[in-house]
């Protein structure tokens, strides 16, 4: 579970201050899915990047499970994203010299996973979303949806309890982003993942269970839309949300 | 292996970079590889050239005052010189025969002598290990062939054909200390302490192949015809050993006991004798840190002779092979080290040019868990890889380098000082030797090692450069950096 109480996150660039995100206090339960909607530049990404360890607060405390995640040490910190946190980026973020496994295997490296070990996860992993004939291949020779699945792959292979998704579908044409969401949603109700999301796409943040929206900095969560899923629980049609003040 | 299977599909990826970084490696360990074989190629030519004429680097030599004919000479001293029509004659104006099927022959001491007892009290200075005395000649010739003989007319005086060669008297319980101690034995055995009374000799193989000698041959010094026509029969040596010596470095050709040489003709009286005496004292310091030492005792024992040890005379040799040292040395080091900076600067750059390409690489890396250190060992590896690479290469250019230089210039010449005038009346030796010098350059085992190490220090210094910026990059902003 995430706790984050009265976060902000300054960049100061010369004499100004850019507020990222101002007194942010908010709850994520275990297994909840999150969207975080917000034009550009209001601070989506910065608090993604807060919750994955990536950043440290200016002020205030992110507690992950009850650790201060501000107050670990960079090693400690490391761990903890080798161990609990998977991270999806728009631009898939694949390392481009290494094969669809190899790309997978490398979320398993900082873990000391023994090779045969390795060998089996990935396999399995790839078998989830899809791409079990596609191990051996480069990020340059597979699709726009195929490298997602890879990089979705890559994310879940160590058995993370939070999904971090930084538009996940942002680069992507309809029919594919439809699929990368409808694995998703599978993944994350087999697995009762923490799943946060941060999208422009209304349709995608529908299917979350909670939305909020970045303005300025400041989070403002709309109302719930559906309750948790329960294990094997059934598809439950999103609530209507509306858009985002322009 | 991930990491392996990593590095090498980074460095595919990047091949003209890595080829471009290692040729850069190449060039400057090359050059120094081949500066390196240079310059010890030179100071081995020198270093033999050295040792052969004034022994090892622990040796001390001392040399008398350069030999000077009396003013005048004691009555009843006989005296004999060419004519220039081809006669012998006493002295200049004296009686002369027909050299016509003759040979004259003169034996000279290049320096003055010095007392035995001298040698014994250098033997106890501090820091001496021992001492030897020796007495360097040269024998001189000059034959004419009998009157209607066919054989071709010299350029001697009256067309006879001067000839002759440096001798040296050994003291047989010390053979090796002096010229003899760089000879290589070939066939046969060098003098032992029971030679000492014996009319033995070790001869140079080049004058045993010239004048027909092997082992058990005899020669005989000092044979000439006076202008009464009586013959100074000279000593007849026997042949015990045959040794082979520095090529070029002309030293002697002949080398027998010291009494003995003390005992051939023109040494026995007269101006030019050295009953009691020896020309040469050689010394064997206990170290080479005892050389400096030595050298101020033995000159304040013996003044107005000559001290010189190895290293002194390393100042006097000149000729080619200095300027080749000069060129090896300072030029060429210095270019090795300009064209190993520059591409160490190169590899350093492209380094951190390569890990600012893939910041968001190294981003992802720290999102998935990846401890900063194994990314810096990742980069550190592909360094490595390129500096071995380039080490490998920069040995073969080396060696090459090392190969043309020694085709271009397979010999270079050396001067040195001699161990004295000739006392002027006949064919005698110049003031300097002027000797040729094989330059060998070798690359040793030791020099691919420092080969090797340069490489990959250069290599891994890129490397931390690039580190340093790995080190302080924050995944976040690495993360924004996705174009």
């Not at chain 2, 058990?216 to 010596?245: A, C, E, M, N, Y």
Request: with cysteine; hydrophobic share 45%.
């Amino acid at each position: 579970m995430y706790q984050l109480t009265s976060v902000a996150k300054l960049y100061h660039k010369g004499r100004r201050t850019v507020p990222a995100v101002q007194d942010l206090t908010l709850t994520i339960s275990d297994g909840q899915w999150l969207a975080v909607q917000g034009r550009t530049g209001h601070g989506k990404s910065t608090l993604l990047n807060l919750l994955g360890g990536l950043d440290r607060p200016t002020s205030g405390t992110i507690e992950l499970d009850g650790t201060s995640l501000g107050a670990l040490p960079e090693t400690r910190l490391t761990r903890v994203r080798a161990e609990k946190i998977g991270f999806i980026f728009q631009t898939f973020n694949l390392i481009p010299t290494l094969s669809a496994a190899e790309n997978v295997e490398a979320a398993l490296i900082p873990l000391g996973v023994g090779h045969a070990d390795r060998a089996a996860r990935v396999a399995a992993a790839l078998d989830s979303v899809g791409l079990a004939d596609r191990a051996g291949h480069l990020p340059t020779e597979m699709s726009g949806g195929q490298q997602q699945r890879t990089a979705i792959a890559r994310a879940l292979v160590k058995e993370p309890t939070v999904l971090l998704a930084d538009e996940p579908t942002g680069n992507l044409d309809e029919d594919t982003r439809d699929e990368i969401i409808a694995l998703l949603e599978k993944l994350w109700r087999e697995r009762g993942l923490t799943l946060v999301l941060v999208t422009h796409d209304s349709s995608l943040a529908r299917q979350a269970q909670r939305v909020g929206v970045m303005g300025n900095g400041r989070l403002t969560i709309r109302q719930d839309t559906r309750p948790a899923p329960g294990p094997g629980s059934s598809h439950v049609p999103p609530a209507p949300v509306h858009d985002p003040p322009a | 292996m991930f990491f392996v299977t990593y590095l090498r599909r980074e460095l595919r990826r990047r091949m003209r970079q890595a080829i471009f970084v290692a040729l850069g490696l190449a060039l400057g360990v090359g050059l120094v590889v081949t500066v390196a074989a240079a310059s010890a190629g030179v100071a081995r030519a020198q270093s033999r050239v050295l040792s052969t004429l004034y022994g090892e680097a622990t040796t001390v030599t001392v040399t008398g005052g350069r030999w000077q004919e009396p003013s005048t000479l004691p009555k009843g001293t006989d005296t004999i010189a060419p004519g220039p029509g081809g006669e012998i004659c006493s002295a200049p104006g004296g009686t002369c025969v027909s050299g016509d099927g003759k040979t004259l022959t003169m034996i000279d001491i290049m320096n003055e002598g010095i007392s035995v007892a001298k040698v014994a009290a250098a033997a106890r200075l501090p820091g001496v290990a021992a001492a030897a005395g020796g007495i360097f000649l040269n024998e001189s010739t000059i034959s004419w062939p009998k009157k209607g003989a066919s054989t071709a007319r010299g350029s001697g005086p009256g067309g006879g054909r001067p000839g002759g060669y440096p001798m040296e008297g050994v003291d047989t319980s010390h053979p090796t200390l002096g010229p003899l101690g760089g000879a290589t034995l070939i066939s046969g055995r060098l003098f032992t302490a029971a030679d000492a009374d014996a009319h033995v000799a070790v001869v140079d193989s080049g004058y045993a192949a010239s004048h027909g000698l092997r082992i058990g041959s005899h020669l005989t010094l000092g044979l000439t015809t006076w202008p009464d026509l009586s013959i100074i029969k000279g000593i007849r040596f026997t042949v015990i050993g045959i040794v082979g010596q520095a090529a070029g470095s002309n030293p002697p050709s002949v080398y027998v006991p010291l009494k003995a040489a003390q005992e051939l003709p023109w040494l026995k009286t007269g101006p030019s004798s050295v009953q009691g005496r020896v020309t040469n004292i050689y010394l064997a310091a206990a170290s080479a840190a005892d050389v400096p030492a030595v050298t101020r005792e033995v000159a304040r024992l013996l003044p107005g002779t000559k001290v010189t040890s190895a290293s002194d005379l390393a100042s006097e040799v000149a000729g080619s092979v200095t300027s080749f040292a000069k060129l090896a040395n300072d030029l060429g080091r210095w270019l090795a080290v300009l064209v190993l900076i520059a591409a160490f600067a190169v590899a350093s750059l492209l380094t951190m040019a390569a890990v600012s390409r893939r910041a968001a690489e190294f981003g992802t890396l720290k999102a998935l868990g990846w401890r900063t250190r194994r990314i810096i060992a990742q980069v550190l590896g592909e360094s490595l890889a390129t500096g071995i690479a380039g080490a490998a290469a920069g040995v073969a250019l080396g060696c090459t380098g090392a190969a043309i230089a020694a085709a271009v210039t397979p010999s270079v010449s050396a001067t040195v000082g001699s161990n004295g005038g000739g006392n002027g009346t006949l064919i005698g030796g110049s003031p300097v030797q002027t000797v040729a010098v094989p330059l060998h350059l070798s690359v040793s085992a030791g020099l691919i090692v420092l080969a090797v190490l340069l490489a990959v220090a250069g290599a891994v210094l890129a490397g931390a450069f690039g580190s340093w910026r790995i080190a302080r990059l924050r995944p976040a902003d690495a993360l924004s950096r996705v174009a």
